[in-house]
């Protein structure tokens, strides 16, 4: 079946690197997707990797992928403040459109 | 509207009543998702609707549970006979299409069930 596993809290200092990392078992899922979530708000789509690519990078966000290991990361540097919220990881199956989230990481950033 | 827009945003009822849930896509996206979270959870799925057929309504979790579509835009997620359990913020996305990249969430409707 589908399962998406993410680790609870991270907690790092301002100007730190963060990494939030994720593993999945669907070894058939088309895209990787990096979702955020403020205290209230709806989730926001930060980026997504389609399964052929290693690597993508955004500004100051790196996505790795290892389709070996069923893992993904997200990277973000140079953290701020408002980077705080909570990051889920999710798959797209190759079969049909559902996307499939994990429990989400609780990205706390100390001044 | 420029975005997902999902009503109402909280609602309270009591056990064993009927709810109606309302979803009110990006104008133009043929996919529309509901998901449902509980605290300290991920959005888990319930159905997703390509156009006014529903694709995949694998995740709702029994009969009491019901989504339709009919005229391929606005979406509502009715559930009789609610129980406590059903608490949770009920999600909304669209997409353009099923196969696409991109969800674009609603902001969600928080159901209490006393």
């Not at chain 1, 609870?8 to 979530?37: A, H, M, P």
């Not at chain 2, 709702?60 to 608490?87: C, H, M, W, Y």
């Not at chain 2, 913020?89 to 991109?102: I, R, W």
């Amino acid at each position: 079946g589908e399962d998406v596993e993410q680790s609870l809290f991270l907690s790092v200092r301002e100007g730190d690197s963060s990494v939030i990392n994720c593993t999945y078992t669907d070894s058939s899922s088309t895209y990787l997707y990096w979702y955020k979530q403020e205290p209230g708000a709806g989730l926001q789509l930060l980026t997504y990797i389609f399964s052929n690519m290693d690597m993508k990078q955004d500004q100051r966000l790196t996505v790795l992928l290892n389709k070996k290991d069923k893992h993904l990361s997200l990277r973000i540097a140079d953290t701020q403040t408002g980077d705080s919220a909570i990051y889920f990881c999710a798959e797209r199956a190759n079969q049909g459109g559902k996307l499939i989230f994990g429990q989400g990481t609780e990205l706390s950033v100390k001044p | 509207g420029a975005g997902v827009s999902q009503t109402p945003s909280n609602k309270v009822t009591e056990k064993g009543k009927y709810v109606e849930l309302r979803c009110d896509p990006i104008s133009g996206h043929t996919a529309l998702y509901w998901y449902r979270q509980s605290l300290g959870q991920g959005p888990e799925f319930l159905i997703y609707f390509q156009g006014t057929g529903a694709a995949d309504d694998s995740g709702l979790p029994n009969d009491r549970f019901f989504a339709v579509r009919p005229e391929g835009s606005v979406s509502t997620l009715k559930i009789q006979r609610t129980e406590r359990g059903d608490s949770a913020v009920y999600l909304c996305a669209s997409a353009e299409g099923a196969q696409t990249g991109e969800l674009f969430f609603g902001e969600g409707s928080r159901l209490t069930v006393l």
